[in-house]
């Protein structure tokens, strides 16, 4: 039995206090109801940052408990990958303001820009740093601030979208048992890159009083799209994980697939063969948060005792660019 690389040996999650359901998009004169978000997305509520709680303010929360999980002190991290699409500034990464808030004086810190893929290449590219001998230790984070980006008029996609971030320690695994990461893929296709974009803003078409009158900044999806091809990537990055750890279906415990919507996740589940028992969803209570999806519900499960030592766990995520990724654990 071959030993893996690294190993997950502490999560948490950092979440705004702020509950916004359904119902209160009236409230801010969105013409919507509970039924038709409940019915398309599965999403009941979600959570709002304000203006102090900032993706590093998130970041630093869900670090914090997953270095006190696992043991680890700020002057043990090595590095620190954060994946975010609301990064605090454009300048420099959020990763360095979360070094800095964190004290991880001995880290190299970077952000990673895949959407909500973003923290399983987090989790793939420390894996390679920590196989590589560079490091020993890393935090790899997803924290997002979507209601920072969603155009707040737009009833297609602002209902869809909250704030939150999830972080783990991985370390290098030292025990000699097969725990810790099994496989892991990634793939992308920027062919499609404008059916999920913030089409304006960015140092190709620099901020303009035209852009932020037109609202071009903000997010902009062709939903159905997106759909179609979200659950045909999430199956097959579902079977590459299965094929490179030698697995089966019948020998995941649980699925946590990227949470952004129920259908979207019940037909992945299907197409992977693993019943909804054994699959993981929280899109109800956080929405759609981007790349904090799955540290966040990985966060949940071993807290509620869902999953604990031995547990064979497949993570699975879709986003904008398109990027697709997956991760099998054995925590
Ligand atoms: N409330 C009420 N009515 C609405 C709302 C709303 N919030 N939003 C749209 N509608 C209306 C539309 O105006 C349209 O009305 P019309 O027929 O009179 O023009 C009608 O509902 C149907 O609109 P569609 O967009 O065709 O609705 P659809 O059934 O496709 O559902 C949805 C939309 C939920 C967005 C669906 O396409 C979907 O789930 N797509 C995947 C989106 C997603 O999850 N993206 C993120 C994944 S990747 C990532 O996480 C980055």
């Not at 998009?25 to 709680?53: C, K, L, P, Q």
């Not at 900044?217 to 094929?243: Q, W």
């Amino acid at each position: 039995m071959i030993p893996t690389v690294a190993r997950i040996t502490g999560t948490g999650r950092g979440l705004p206090s702020r509950i916004f359901t359904n119902d209160d998009f009236a409230s801010i004169g969105i013409e919507t109801s509970d039924e038709w978000i409940m019915e398309r997305t599965g999403i009941h509520e979600r959570r709002i940052a304000s203006d102090t709680e900032t993706t590093c303010w998130m970041a630093a929360t869900a670090s914090r408990q997953a270095m006190a999980r696992a043991g680890v002190t700020a002057g043990e991290i090595d590095a620190i990958i954060l994946s975010t699409a609301t990064p605090d500034r454009l300048l420099p990464a959020t990763a360095v303001d979360l070094q800095a808030e964190l004290g991880a004086t001995r880290a190299a810190a970077f952000d990673i820009s895949a959407a909500c893929s973003g923290w399983l290449y987090g989790l793939t590219v420390a894996e390679g740093m920590i196989a590589s001998g560079a490091i020993d230790t890393a935090l790899v984070v997803g924290a997002e601030k979507m209601s920072a980006i969603i155009d707040w008029k737009d009833r297609s996609t602002c209902v869809l979208f909250g704030d939150g971030s999830g972080a783990v320690v991985l370390q290098r695994n030292k025990s000699g048992e097969r725990a810790g990461i099994l496989s892991t893929f990634m793939r992308s296709d920027g062919c499609l890159a404008n059916l999920l974009y913030r089409p304006d803003g960015g140092a190709a078409h620099p901020m303009t009083a035209e852009i932020l009158e037109n609202r071009t900044h903000l997010v902009k999806m062709a939903g159905r799209e997106v759909f179609k091809h979200a659950v045909r990537e999430m199956s097959e990055a579902a079977d590459r994980a299965l094929d490179s750890a030698k697995l089966r279906a019948a020998d995941i415990d649980l699925l946590i697939p990227h949470q952004a919507n129920t259908r979207i996740i019940e037909a992945t589940a299907k197409h992977a063969n693993i019943s909804m028992d054994k699959v993981y969803v929280n899109v109800d209570r956080f929405g759609n948060t981007s790349s904090a999806s799955i540290p966040i519900a990985l966060d949940e499960v071993i807290e509620k005792k869902i999953v604990g030592p031995g547990s064979t766990v497949m993570m699975v995520a879709f986003g904008a660019g398109f990027t697709w990724a997956s991760a099998i654990v054995r925590l």
